[in-house]
């Protein structure tokens, strides 16, 4: 594929996806998603914002040290500390990026930055000079690109890709373009900025009125030759354009798009199962390419025209973005080797055999209880075992009794601080009668914001995972549990979510200030 027939995809889900609401991710989870991206072949990895917090640092330098054929990049202000740290976050990669970022729009110049266009534009370029001196591979990003001026926009961007920028990322921030206007200002960009052969013109648009895989695809059509997406469609508000979407569109409609990009698609849904577990936000049945209904026909007009000939109703082929029957992978009789390859198959390494015969003994386990173990099973128990790092509460017992005729009541027993407690507690149901019983002994001031149940499998013996919010003082986590058993399940996404909140810590956000 020449340059200009390639499109780049850079995906974002690490760092925009991760500033969901509630969508925070461990180092170890953020590791897995990466080893996802790597597979898929996606061309540049967001890994985070380095100066967040310590936290966020680690990640990405974890990210960095363990992806090899993407490159990773790191966010960073135009500010000169923003920069030096994610230089220094990703010292170890093979390859890197600096994503250095001000805004241009007059609304973000006057209220948030409470600067001249001229003072912006100097510090763009000190940004871009800054960040060259720890790679060659810098991007720009005027923020709220798309309610910039165009004027000003081509004398920022002409200069900072003198300065350096080998790519130029137009984002339509808060989700306000529409498709023909946006695709109108790319063209006007590239033709219009006389070194706009320099640099890869890129695009990144949010969803906030559905359009961002619209404006994308238009941006494309008008010379954009990468793409910032995220897998689901994750991030800020209404999320960003979805990486699954923008592929498979180019991919399908090879008679409208000139390029097309270098996707692995049989690993979209496994990757968009895995960013779905991790954080907690389960994926619509209607969405598109990874929704579960999304080949599913259930006319029987539709189904007697896929039967016959399958592109009368059906545009792609299901096996092309990774649908797979569910598969029975596993079970009661597999041993410790037969565990280990097939979770190194999807992906999961074992950093050691002490993690490993842990994961193994849950395993065990569960193939007690379910006699079927499918990928997503074994998913849900490393996502588990990721999550109960340094664990504060730990469940040991639960007892509950409820019926028509009785109220819920729950017994619990758990390892809190290090010493065993009890609890008992009734409630509106067996859920709610657990989750009094716990802060009857934690006692942690949280509100609960979102509590989300989904069956992981088909068939009544499949596990359900569960998905809780819980925010204090401002900072929003979610814990995720899984069992055959909803309602352990609920007590150990309560625990885990519990166990987050304890470590969380505060995190800079890096569009909320500039200084
Ligand atoms: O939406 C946005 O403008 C961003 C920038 C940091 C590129 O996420
Ligand atoms: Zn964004």
Redesign the pocket.
């Given at each position: 594929m020449g340059a200009s027939d390639k499109l780049i995809i850079f995906d974002t889900t690490l760092r925009?996806g991760e500033q969901s609401p509630g969508a925070s991710m461990t180092k170890d989870e953020k590791l897995h998603i990466a080893k996802a991206l790597e597979r898929m072949r996606v061309d540049i990895i967001e890994a985070g914002f380095p100066i967040a917090s310590p936290g966020d640092f680690e990640s990405v330098q974890a990210v960095a040290g363990a992806i090899k054929d993407s490159t990773v990049c790191g966010l960073a202000r135009a500010l000169d500390r923003d920069i030096d740290r994610a230089g220094e976050a990703l010292k170890g990669a093979n390859s890197s990026r600096i994503h250095t970022f001000i805004a241009t729009s007059p609304i973000h110049m006057q209220h948030k930055l409470r600067m001249q266009p001229d003072e912006v534009i100097a510090q763009a370029i000190a940004a871009v000079k800054r960040a060259r001196q720890y790679t060659d591979d810098v991007e720009f990003s005027p923020e709220d690109a798309g309610r910039s001026e165009l004027d000003f926009l081509c004398r920022i961007i002409e200069q900072v890709i003198q300065a350096g920028a080998r790519t130029i990322n137009i984002?339509d921030?808060v989700g306000y373009n529409i498709p023909l206007q946006f695709g109108e200002l790319i063209k006007q960009l590239i033709e219009r900025i006389p070194n706009s052969d320099q640099a890869v013109f890129s695009v990144?648009c949010?969803n906030d009125l559905g359009l961002a895989v619209a404006n994308s695809l238009a941006s494309v059509l008008n010379g954009a030759r990468q793409v910032e997406c995220t897998i689901n469609g994750l991030?800020?508000r209404a999320g960003?354009a979805s990486l699954e979407e923008v592929v498979m569109s180019v991919r399908t409609r090879q008679d409208v798009f000139t390029c097309d990009t270098d996707l692995d698609t049989t690993q979209i849904v496994p990757a968009s199962r895995m960013v779905s577990t991790i954080t907690g936000f389960p994926v619509q049945p209607n969405k598109a390419i990874v929704g579960a209904n999304a080949f599913a026909h259930e006319s029987g007009i539709h189904q007697d025209g896929v039967l016959k000939a399958r592109e009368t109703y059906e545009i792609m082929r299901a096996e092309d973005v990774g649908w797979t029957a569910n598969r029975i992978v596993l079970g009661k009789h597999s041993g410790r080797n037969a565990f280990k390859t097939r979770l190194a198959e999807l992906g999961v390494e074992f950093s050691n055999d002490e993690d490993l015969n842990r994961t193994f003994m849950a395993f065990k386990d569960l193939a007690d209880k379910k006699h079927e173990i499918f990928d997503e099973d074994l998913f849900a128990l490393v996502s588990e075992d990721d999550a109960n790092f340094d664990e504060q509460f730990k469940l040991v017992a639960l007892t509950i009794s409820s019926g028509t005729n009785q109220a819920p009541h729950a017994e619990l027993t758990l390892i809190m601080k290090g010493h065993q407690q009890q609890a008992s507690a009734e409630g509106g149901g067996p859920v709610d009668a657990a989750f009094r019983a716990i802060e009857s002994l934690a006692d942690s001031q949280v509100k609960l914001q979102l509590y989300s149940v989904n069956s992981i499998t088909s068939g009544t013996d499949a596990q359900g995972e569960v998905t809780v919010r819980l925010e204090k003082d401002g900072n929003i986590v979610n814990g995720h549990g899984a069992d055959t058993d909803i309602v352990i399940a609920s007590v150990k996404a309560y625990l885990n979510a519990l166990n987050k909140i304890h470590f969380s810590h505060k995190r800079e956000h890096p569009q909320l200030s500039q200084v």
């Amino acid at each position: 594929m020449g340059a200009s027939d390639k499109l780049i995809i850079f995906d974002t889900t690490l760092r925009d996806g991760e500033q969901s609401p509630g969508a925070s991710m461990t180092k170890d989870e953020k590791l897995h998603i990466a080893k996802a991206l790597e597979r898929m072949r996606v061309d540049i990895i967001e890994a985070g914002f380095p100066i967040a917090s310590p936290g966020d640092f680690e990640s990405v330098q974890a990210v960095a040290g363990a992806i090899k054929d993407s490159t990773v990049c790191g966010l960073a202000r135009a500010l000169d500390r923003d920069i030096d740290r994610a230089g220094e976050a990703l010292k170890g990669a093979n390859s890197s990026r600096i994503h250095t970022f001000i805004a241009t729009s007059p609304i973000h110049m006057q209220h948030k930055l409470r600067m001249q266009p001229d003072e912006v534009i100097a510090q763009a370029i000190a940004a871009v000079k800054r960040a060259r001196q720890y790679t060659d591979d810098v991007e720009f990003s005027p923020e709220d690109a798309g309610r910039s001026e165009l004027d000003f926009l081509c004398r920022i961007i002409e200069q900072v890709i003198q300065a350096g920028a080998r790519t130029i990322n137009i984002p339509d921030t808060v989700g306000y373009n529409i498709p023909l206007q946006f695709g109108e200002l790319i063209k006007q960009l590239i033709e219009r900025i006389p070194n706009s052969d320099q640099a890869v013109f890129s695009v990144h648009c949010h969803n906030d009125l559905g359009l961002a895989v619209a404006n994308s695809l238009a941006s494309v059509l008008n010379g954009a030759r990468q793409v910032e997406c995220t897998i689901n469609g994750l991030g800020e508000r209404a999320g960003n354009a979805s990486l699954e979407e923008v592929v498979m569109s180019v991919r399908t409609r090879q008679d409208v798009f000139t390029c097309d990009t270098d996707l692995d698609t049989t690993q979209i849904v496994p990757a968009s199962r895995m960013v779905s577990t991790i954080t907690g936000f389960p994926v619509q049945p209607n969405k598109a390419i990874v929704g579960a209904n999304a080949f599913a026909h259930e006319s029987g007009i539709h189904q007697d025209g896929v039967l016959k000939a399958r592109e009368t109703y059906e545009i792609m082929r299901a096996e092309d973005v990774g649908w797979t029957a569910n598969r029975i992978v596993l079970g009661k009789h597999s041993g410790r080797n037969a565990f280990k390859t097939r979770l190194a198959e999807l992906g999961v390494e074992f950093s050691n055999d002490e993690d490993l015969n842990r994961t193994f003994m849950a395993f065990k386990d569960l193939a007690d209880k379910k006699h079927e173990i499918f990928d997503e099973d074994l998913f849900a128990l490393v996502s588990e075992d990721d999550a109960n790092f340094d664990e504060q509460f730990k469940l040991v017992a639960l007892t509950i009794s409820s019926g028509t005729n009785q109220a819920p009541h729950a017994e619990l027993t758990l390892i809190m601080k290090g010493h065993q407690q009890q609890a008992s507690a009734e409630g509106g149901g067996p859920v709610d009668a657990a989750f009094r019983a716990i802060e009857s002994l934690a006692d942690s001031q949280v509100k609960l914001q979102l509590y989300s149940v989904n069956s992981i499998t088909s068939g009544t013996d499949a596990q359900g995972e569960v998905t809780v919010r819980l925010e204090k003082d401002g900072n929003i986590v979610n814990g995720h549990g899984a069992d055959t058993d909803i309602v352990i399940a609920s007590v150990k996404a309560y625990l885990n979510a519990l166990n987050k909140i304890h470590f969380s810590h505060k995190r800079e956000h890096p569009q909320l200030s500039q200084v």
